[in-house]
């Protein structure tokens, strides 16, 4: 389990593997533009290369990009549903450019049942999948916390999205797993059972779960407060994150930080206690 952060890239995308090298990273998450615009300019041939370049150099892996947050897939309006199919298949192409496996991807809200919204969600993930074929890059489905109208909280829905995709274009769909969007939504991660919970509609789907978003949780259980803490400073605590390392269904997944503060100190104190904690369950 590759160990990492999310990592800004407003000075360049090999400023960004820099930073990344001396925090500790092993792997990383980027957005592939600005998460608050639907389009975003394309990065040169030359940057694309260097940032290649940059990754083999400093040993750091390319664990997925993070969609735009403006995309809606669950959405009843027409025309926001048909511009996020578009805006998520560009984010499909510029993860695939950088060589990116996966790209995350909220599912957003609806004020429709979930049935509806699980068939919008899945309708549009595979419009874009289609509309990308040839490319490599994989969708992740990420939770939420499940503040609002927000679609996707329970692990039953992620599931259904990921069952209602056709079996050709599923494949290239897996899973995304934020632990404070999961405390918040009311699995308790401080325990077996609540990672079980939590994981085993997945499994019984067949949804492989590639990425886990590691971020302890400021709010309380079933909070709805998508407020991330640093690991072992929240409510899930230490306990909850080593059992993130004794799941065997996680094995095959990066592991990545998403945290408030103030860098470099809020990665490389995060990725270290990650990485203590996964070196407690090896020994």
């Excluded at 998460?35 to 040993?59: C, I, K, N, T, Y």
């Excluded at 009311?186 to 492989?208: E, I, K, M, T, V």
Aim: charged share 25%; net charge negative; aromatic share 6%.
């Amino acid at each position: 389990m590759r160990i990492g952060a999310h990592v800004r890239t407003a000075h360049g995308l090999v400023d960004a593997v820099c930073y990344a090298r001396d925090v500790g990273c092993e792997t990383i998450q980027v957005f592939a533009k600005s998460p608050l615009q639907w389009s975003g300019p394309a990065r040169s041939d030359e940057e694309v290369a260097r940032f290649h370049e940059a990754l083999r150099d400093a040993g750091v892996g390319l664990a997925a990009t993070h969609a735009a947050y403006l995309i809606n897939l669950s959405s009843d309006d027409d025309a926001l549903w048909n511009r996020s199919v578009a805006a998520l298949a560009e984010e499909i192409g510029l993860a695939h450019r950088l060589g990116a496996p996966s790209v995350v991807v909220h599912l957003g809200s609806s004020p429709r049942p979930a049935e509806t919204a699980r068939s919008r969600a899945a309708s549009a993930i595979a419009e874009a999948l289609r509309a990308t074929a040839g490319t490599s890059a994989a969708v992740l489905l990420e939770n939420a916390a499940g503040a609002g109208r927000t679609f996707g909280w329970r692990s039953e829905d992620v599931a259904a999205v990921y069952a209602a995709i056709e079996p050709s274009l599923r494949m290239r769909v897996g899973v995304c797993v934020d632990t404070c969007h999961a405390y918040a939504a009311g699995y308790d991660l401080r325990s077996s059972r609540g990672w079980d919970a939590l994981l085993r509609p997945l499994s019984d789907h067949g949804a492989p779960v590639r990425l886990v978003h590691a971020n302890d949780a400021l709010g309380g259980l079933g909070s709805r407060r998508d407020r991330h803490a640093w690991i072992g400073d929240g409510a899930i605590g230490l306990e909850g994150f080593g059992l993130l390392f004794e799941r065997p269904d996680l094995q095959r997944a990066d592991v990545v930080i998403e945290m408030p503060g103030e860098p470099p100190q809020k990665d490389a104190v995060n990725v270290t206690r990650l990485k203590a904690l996964r070196s407690a369950r090896d020994d």
